[in-house]
């Protein structure tokens, strides 16, 4: 009996997972499989799911109207160069906080997290006018400024728990070896904290490659990367679906291949220090 | 060398003081143990001698240079920690290797001195494996060799053993000695087991509460405890404490006689009491003794047949009644 109840269990919670899973994909999956459709079928009512005149016409259109890979390398070089400024930062604060708390360090953690509750669009106007007087607007500089300063939180604050697993005494033992601070982070704690480093690396190249709202308004063509590529097919002089789909596809592809292939590392950094 | 002096050092963590003003001084070559019960402020201690933790006030001199400001690495001293600290992405010849290797000797030196100590410790055949491929006791021995081979003026032992069961705590713990032998450099040592203090210590530093309650060799605490402390915490069953009238008749407050100091006989003595709990070891046994005066303790060599609800009759060796006044000193 036992054995059978948790077997119908295990089957409700699988059919249940798998729904969620669905859900959350659908969307995804319908945009690829609209990237595929003519216009007319893309509008058609009832939709058709598979079977439909499969044509890459799209690509080839959106390829010639707009460079993408021009969009591309400013995607890869937002999303890297803010990932890496904002680590060479984060790892000497994430290491003070953790190994040299001073009764304000939870209070600061807390008010770092604090600045990512507060609407983005709040600050706009003040950055803008920063951005302009500086010549920042439309360059891949600010944005990978404002790119690392956004996430700079996030990746002090995985730092900060992962660094927070590494027992002090290891760290004693450097400095009784001779270590100055800089070869004992070198040395000891970054190789220590591969592991985490690496997810939280993963986690914010995803965050600044898939930043909408700072990339569309501090953009115009030069620095505008793939987000900026796709809105720039959600045009008000007509409805194009399957141009739409197609750039998104071609959009979200990279990181999706990128997510696919670090997944495991991603969990674990998501996950890490929950269950030891 | 290795003579380190502290000149009434103190130790505050916010507005708690744990170590009131403190004198000591460690000569070099010594073998000394800092003993007492959890808290007493002998890691907090070691660690200040390290450099780990600053002084509040007062002065640390090492071979009559000062060191209070000296940052860890300056100091000369290595030290083992009680959770070995090895690093976990080094091989055990990177592991030894690192304090050299930060003092920037050149490749062959590092090298050579590496293949010495792992030879001298039985490291050899790890000497690519990682930590955690390790048992317990190579850790410790990987732990030492990183600590041998910088040749520091003094080794600091934090509780280095006991994270070892039983059997190898023994084997390192003559281990350790043998290496004090061997290099006769100064080795200062923390522990709360007082087995360990007793049998490595040249000279025995017992704590309470940051306060030095005694400085002596061994044999001399055991023999000669300055306090009721001492005399409560060095040697093992503890010592038994008689207050009152028969202690008044030695001219005490309290008197104190250990275990193996009372003659057990089934026939007559000077106190009698029932007995409760018995331990019989075959080389020896111990007897928990229902007495006037409390529960005493008691060892006799070899068995001695005495079972629950048994009587016996114990008689004090006078010769080794401790005597303390009523502040709790001994009375000389």
Redesign the interface.
Known sequence: MARASSTSRKLTVTVFAWLVGLTLFFPVLWTVLTSFKTEAEAIADPPSLLFFNWTLENYVVVQERSNYFRYFWNSVLISVGSTVIGLIIAVPAAWAMAFVPSPRTRGILMWMLSTKMLPPVGVLIPIYLIFRDMNLLDTRTGLIIVMMLINLPIIVWMLYTYFKEI?G??L?????????LR?EII??LT??A?PGIASTMLLNVILAWNEAFWTLNLTAAKAAPLTAFIASYSSPEGLFYAKLSAASTMAIAPILILGWFSQKQLVRGLTFGAVK | MGRITLDQITKSFGEAQVIPPLDLTIEDGEFVVFVGPSGCGKSTLLRLI?G?EDVTSGEIRIDGKPATDL???KRG???V???Y?????MSVRKNIA??LK??KLPQEEINRKVENAAQVLNLSPYIDKRPGQLSGGQRQRVAIG?AIV?EPAAFLFDEPLSNLDAALRVNMRAEISELHQQLSTTMIYVTHDQVEAMTMADKIVVLQAGVIEQVGSPLDLYNHPRNLFVAGFIGSPKMNFITGPEAAKHGAHTIGIRPEHLRTSKESGEWTGRVGLGEHLGSDTFLRVETEFGEMTVRTIGDFDARHGDTVYLTPDPARIHRFDESGLSIR
Do not use: K, T, W
Not at chain 1, 172 to 180: F, K, L, V
Not at chain 2, 85 to 89: M, Q
């Open positions: 027992p005494e290891i004693e033992a450097a400095r009784m070896d001779g270590a100055q070869n040395h000891v190789p220590m591969i | 390290a780990l940052p860890p690495a001293l290595a030290m920690f009680q959770s600290a090895l690093y976990p992405h690192f304090p930060m003092a990183r910088r």
